[in-house]
């Protein structure tokens, strides 16, 4: 098992209806207080449902209680023209290899089906092979979750392995560039 520490996103990332924002100390502990304080703090209003969903996680993205873990980091996707936040990015070192990265995300429900989900990952993907090293991205989802399945084959994920109910996939920078020469990509 391999452990090590996670180059740090210190700035936000754009796309083109997107602002992903990193998480920071400040924007965990307002998560922590509640879904007013995170809305303050970061600007932007922020749905109850992705706030029922997430906002737990985001309160735990910095924290010391991962011990030798580093905790896994966040961006915030906030819609540049609402100022809404529509969903969030994790991102972590994976514990399998070096250079290896572990990607999730999750989506408001109301802006589900409108391609967030792969402008927002495809922004960390992205950040990822330029900026912090990786050389490859693994992400896992539930073989039932057909949308999610979607999303990782538009970003240009492989299927890598099936164990149980989840699907584990991966990509390359090679991948990647190829996603993107395939016009899969936004």
Do not use: K
Not at 60 to 69: F, N, Q
Not at 76 to 89: P, Q, Y
Not at 108 to 128: F, T
């Amino acid at each position: 098992m391999v452990r090590r520490t996670m180059p740090s996103l210190e700035h936000p990332l754009y796309t083109p209806r997107l602002r992903l924002e990193p998480v920071t100390p400040a924007l965990a502990e307002a998560a922590r207080v509640g879904s007013h304080a995170f809305a303050e703090e970061i600007g932007a209003e922020a749905p109850p449902d992705w706030c029922a969903a997430s906002l737990g996680l985001v309160a735990r993205s910095i924290s010391d209680a991962w011990g030798p873990t580093p905790a896994p980091t966040r961006a915030i996707a906030i819609h540049l023209d609402e100022g809404s936040v529509i969903g969030d990015v994790r991102f972590e070192p994976s514990l399998r290899a070096a250079r290896e990265y572990e990607i999730g995300y999750g989506i408001a429900r109301s802006r589900r089906r409108q391609g967030y989900a792969v402008e927002a990952a495809g922004a960390v993907i992205d950040w990822l092979f330029d900026e912090a090293g990786a050389e490859t991205i693994v992400a896992g989802c539930d073989n039932r979750n057909v949308p999610s399945v979607r999303t990782l084959r538009r970003l240009g994920f492989w299927l890598d392995s099936t164990p149980n109910q989840t699907l584990w996939w991966v990509i390359s920078l090679e991948l990647r560039r190829e996603a993107r020469g395939a016009n899969l990509l936004f």
